[in-house]
C-alpha cells in the first residue's frame, strides 16, 4: 500500500514501536533484581507488555509500510534509524527513576493509545483499541506506587524528588513532534504531540501533587531522538539486545 | 464428505489453551472466524489475550495440527486484532472450567476496570469475598495474584481486561 502521508505513518509507528522495545528492555533488567518480589513480577510483565505492542506495531509496518519482519526491524537496525526518545534509553539506574519513567512514559502510552482508538489508519486503531486496556494496568500500577513510594519517608520522597527532576526534561522528549506532525493530523491518523503533551501534562499533575512532588518548572525537553541522534547508552544496548540473533539471523527458534 | 465451518468450529473445541489445559480456545474466546476456502483449505482467525502473549505461536500450530486431522490438508490461522478479546469473551463453561482449574473467573465488565473490582475478587476455593489484592501482575500476563483471608490460600484470578 503506498499513500501520500506514507512518510508521516512510518515515522509515527516507528518511534512508537522503538520506545516500547527499548523501555520493554529496559523494565526487563528488574528481572530477579526487583527491590521486592511483586516489583519485581509487575515490572517484568509490564516489559512483556512492552515487547509485544512492539511487535505489534512492526507487524503493521510490515503488513503496510513494505518494511522488513518484526525480527528484522528490532534486531538489525543502526542506532540512527530508531526513532525512539533519549528518555526510554537511559540505563534504569536506582528503583526511584524507574518508577518516575514508568509513571511519566506509561501515562503518556496509555493516553496516546487512547488518542488513537479513532485513528483513521484502521490497523492502528484496532491495535489502540486492544491495547489500551493493557496499558491502563500499568497505569494504575504507576499510580499507586508513585503515590505510597513518595508519602513513604523523608529521604524517601528526597530521592523520588531528585529523580522526578532527573526524568521530567527527559519525559518531554516524549513529545517531540515530527517533521509530518501536520500531515498526521490532517489526515486523522494521529492528533498530534502537543495535544498528547496537554492531556498528559493534565493527567499527572493531581498524581503529583498527590504524591507531593513538584514538577520542575524550568525543564528544557530533551530532544533529539526522533531525528535518529542518541544518547550514548543506545548502541551498547541494541548490540546486547541483538547478540543472539545476530550470531544466526536464519535460525528458526 | 464436504468440509463446513461447523465442522471446524467442532474441532476447535478440543484444541486447548496451553496454560489451562481444560480450557479450550473457544471458551477461551480467542477464535473469532473460520472461513472455508475449499474441501481442503480453511483459513482460522485468532486474537491474542494480550498482545504480548507467547502462546500464540502454539497456539497456531496446534489449530493446524487440528485442522488437519480433519482433512484440511492446508490450513492458514491468521493473528488479527479486527476483533480484540476481552476477558468478557470468555463463555459460560469457560468461566466453570477456570474456577475448577483453581483460577477466579474475571468479573464481567462494562468497558472499563477500577482498581475496586480487583480487590474483592470471590476466591475460588472457598467462596469468599473476604480477599485481598496482591499484584494485579502474576506468572503470566493473564492472571493477577490473591489472597484469602477465609480459607488462608494464595490464589490467582484470571485478569478482568476491558
Known sequence: MKTPHQLALKDLLFKMADDCLILGHRNSEWVGIGPMLEEDIAFASIAQDKLGHALALYTILHDHCEEPDADTLAFMRGEGSFRCCHFVEIPTQEYDFALVRHFLFDTADHLRFEMLTTSAFEPLAQLARKVKGEIAYHTMHANIFIRTVSNGSEEAKFRMQSAFNEAYPLALGIFEESPNEQELMENGIFGGERHLFELWLKTIQPIVHQAGLKIPSDAMPVFGGRKGYHTEHLTPLLEEMSEVFAQDPSAEW | ?162
Open chain 2, 1 to 162: 464428505m464436504n468440509m463446513s465451518e461447523e465442522k471446524i468450529w467442532k474441532a476447535l473445541e478440543n484444541v486447548y489453551d496451553p496454560e489451562i489445559p481444560k480450557l479450550s480456545l473457544i471458551d477461551l474466546g480467542v477464535v473469532t472466524d473460520v472461513i472455508v476456502e475449499s474441501n481442503d483449505t480453511a483459513t482460522v482467525t485468532i486474537t491474542p489475550t494480550f498482545a504480548g502473549c507467547p502462546a500464540i505461536h502454539y497456539m497456531q500450530d496446534a489449530i493446524k495440527d487440528s485442522l488437519r486431522e480433519i482433512g484440511i490438508s492446508k490450513p492458514e490461522v491468521r493473528v488479527s486484532f479486527e476483533k480484540p478479546w476481552n476477558s468478557n469473551k470468555i463463555s459460560e463453561k469457560g468461566r466453570a472450567i477456570l474456577k475448577e482449574s483453581g483460577f477466579a473467573p474475571p468479573p464481567k465488565h462494562e468497558g472499563y476496570i477500577e482498581l475496586s473490582v480487583l480487590e474483592t475478587v470471590t476466591c475460588p476455593f472457598c467462596g469468599s469475598t473476604q480477599t485481598t489484592l496482591q499484584t494485579p501482575f502474576g506468572p503470566t500476563l493473564c492472571r493477577s495474584i490473591h489472597y484469602c483471608n477465609s480459607c488462608l490460600q494464595a490464589f490467582e484470578q484470571f485478569k478482568p481486561l476491558a
